[in-house]
């Protein structure tokens, strides 16, 4: 294996590190995480009440671009709720990407309705436009719907509307969850347009995407121009970003729910923090509810590490144009931003030729203390979702066998945890 050696000389080049292991994306903290923990605990404010949780939340709103921020204990949870809010109940159908984590899928479960799976394109990874259409072109009908919801919870109480339902199934689409694979944004304005036509609520899963934008925008200086390019979770109802420990920016674990809508802003905030009454010592819960608001100590970590973004994406992308560089005279594919899009890189990822190439690939590396992985395995693959409805998946399909994340922590001169 042999023709791999050259890479591995070049990453470990590339990351400073001559033996060491090389995981595939490790946190930095560059900034004032230690100051900020230090003044949380010193508060004594240490779980979901206290003052970083309000400041996180802000920052995130006003990175994004969102009016509304809403911080929870982690993206899943992030997502959960905002199904719960759009209307997803049991026994409703929600359409996303066979091509994704598992909690895009889990999240989608909690809620009692079952998944539809969609193929995605190849030049995004993320949810297509054209499949959506297509399937909901096949497979749909629209009827109109007289839907008792309460009202403390969902998109709205007893009304009438139009909607799509499965022919097949008779069961009402109640979401569409498109996600942007490794923070590349998908074709997300299409997609919007198609919900729209078909009336159904769209939540984008974000989690991967902090700081990337689709339409053009302008990087310089490591600063991103605001106001050229709109931020990935901005399209529909709902968008949720995530903070686990892999991700570009870590609280440890954390999600935020963004919205421009002030009525599901209040609603979700109410919905994951128990459904609890504001009462200076009475416990009054009105709905069924989520314990599910991030602690203060992950807030003051996230307030330090969002100060950092902008110069984490910007190194990531120079990171990404070494690579791009770099397998340019190979015979393998560097995975590139799609058009239209400012991606954050946050995991760089290559295509190889086949099955075969991909294993052979995964094996040297890891061998060699180089951390690489596998895209995920197809959510229609795993047993508690063999047997739901899903279109040819000839893109995902094809990806699943070639696609691998290769290291992509931020490159930090001299810094060492």
Not at 85 to 104: K, R
Not at 201 to 212: M, N, R, T
Request: net charge negative; with cysteine.
């Amino acid at each position: 294996m042999t023709k791999y050696s050259q890479l591995i000389s070049f990453i470990r080049s590339t990351f400073h590190e001559p033996s060491e292991f090389i995981p595939l994306h490790d946190p930095r903290f560059i900034g004032n995480e230690r100051k900020y923990l230090l003044d949380a605990m010193d508060t004594n404010f240490v779980s979901s009440v206290g003052e970083y949780v309000g400041r996180f939340e802000r920052m995130c709103a006003e990175y994004t671009g969102a009016k509304y921020a809403v911080a929870t204990m982690n993206g899943t949870a992030a997502l959960h709720a905002s199904l719960v809010l759009a209307g997803v109940s049991q026994n409703d159908e929600v359409l996303t990407q066979a091509l994704t984590f598992i909690a895009t899928a889990n999240a989608r479960s909690y809620t009692g309705a079952q998944p539809v799976f969609i193929d995605v394109d190849r030049e995004t990874m993320g949810l297509s436009p054209t499949a959506l259409k297509a399937w909901l072109s096949e497979n749909t009908e629209i009827r109109k719907i007289t839907r008792q919801v309460s009202s403390n919870v969902s998109l709205g109480g007893t009304s009438e509307a139009e909607g799509a339902f499965n022919k097949t199934t008779n069961r009402r689409i109640a979401a569409c969850v498109p996600m942007h694979t490794f923070g590349h944004p998908c074709k997300i304005d299409e997609i919007a347009e198609i919900c729209a036509e078909y009336n159904i609520p769209l939540v984008e899963d974000a989690a991967e995407s902090i700081g990337s934008y689709y339409s053009p925008c302008e990087i310089s200086e490591g600063k991103i121009s605001r106001g050229k390019g709109k931020h990935t979770g901005l399209f529909g109802e709902m968008g949720i970003l995530s903070f686990n420990g892999n991700k570009i920016i870590t609280t440890g674990g954390g999600g935020m729910i963004v919205t421009n809508n002030e009525e599901l802003a209040k609603k979700a905030k109410h919905l994951t923090t128990t459904g609890k009454i504001p009462h200076r010592w009475e416990f009054n819960h009105d709905i069924t509810a989520y314990n599910y608001r991030l602690t203060n100590l992950a807030a003051a970590l996230g307030c330090a590490q969002l100060e950092s973004l902008d110069f984490f994406v910007s190194e990531k992308r120079k990171l990404a144009e070494q690579y791009a560089a770099f397998f340019a005279s190979t015979s393998i594919q560097f995975f590139t931003e799609p058009e239209h899009c400012k991606s954050n890189y946050w995991l760089n990822a290559i295509i190889m030729n086949n099955k075969e190439e991909r294993d052979e690939f995964l094996q040297y590396t890891n061998d060699h203390n180089v951390m690489t992985r596998p895209i995920w395995n197809l959510m229609n693959r795993l047993p508690m979702y063999a047997h739901c409805q899903h279109d040819s998946l000839e893109n995902s399909i094809w990806l699943a066998d070639r696609v691998v994340n290769i290291p992509s922590s931020v490159i930090v001169e001299g810094y060492r945890k």
